[in-house]
């Protein structure tokens, strides 16, 4: 038979978990095939990636080789492995061997772990994976409250159409609740600190007020979607600001999505942020406060 290996891991169970760790193992071990031109196939969870090679419907007599790839090696799914595949060479590459005598560990027949009882561990083959391009870190700062909007209120909308356009996005989404609280370890304890995440993303994506002005504070380019029909308080914040990027719930659809996506990610965008932000800095408009003063006779 000509040699051909089969890539599998935890990813590759429909019932398993597709970790970036294991991944990354996965690409370096397949960075080193590809390096001696060795051909191979990868299996996957048809849950994590539909249309792929599912490993539920390989077909074992094909390949001579079975690798399985980072994780931890126990359960009845690799012991399974090891019939369906009986005809391979079987190995276990980058792997945490928790009892060395299960039969998920001793029907391969070599295993090369990262960790095992007795033995020097070594790094973990993530650490070596090929380096990728970076993705946009995107802050999503999305609510479904303003009752106060009543049958004007698209906020359900807005949420699922952005969280659904978003998962098709090639970048890094860090879901942010700009509520804050002294005791729940998960939420910002004061401004600042929520202000320090602000000013490390790349974009922020938002249907709030408060994401707004927090994105454009910190100079980042936010594309805005107001989820009251007719316009509200984002429009109008928009407005105030300066900043064009803010999509009414009535036009919101993908083709307009993805223009002022394009256009946050541009030089552009990215300048018009950190002139609203030097404008905020400077006071350039004038805020209800200045106004206050005048009422109180000051």
Known sequence: MRQRILLTGWFSFRDGEATAGDVLALRRVEDVLRREDLAYDVAWSPAFRPGDLDLEHVRPRIYSHLVFVSGPLHGKRIT????????????????????????????FHQVLARDAPGAEPVEDLAARAPATPASPVVGVVLTLGHGEYGALRR??????????????????????????????????ATPGQLQSVFARLDLVVTDRLNGLVLGLRAGIPVLAVDPVAGGAKVTAQARACGWPAVVPVEHLDEARLERWWRWCRSAPGRAAALRVRA?????????????LLAALGG
């Open 155 to 188: 906020h359900g909308e807005v949420s699922d159409e952005l969280t659904r356009w978003l998962a098709g996005k090639d970048c890094a989404c860090l879901e942010l609740d700009t509520r804050l609280d002294t005791l729940d370890w998960h939420l910002s």
């Open 80 to 107: 399974e492995l090891h019939r369906r595949f009986r005809h391979c060479v079987r190995i276990a590459v980058g792997v945490s061997v928790i009892d060395a005598d299960d039969p998920a560990v001793t029907g």
């Open 279 to 291: 404008d905020f800095a400077a006071g350039v408009v004038p805020d209800s406060a200045d106004e």
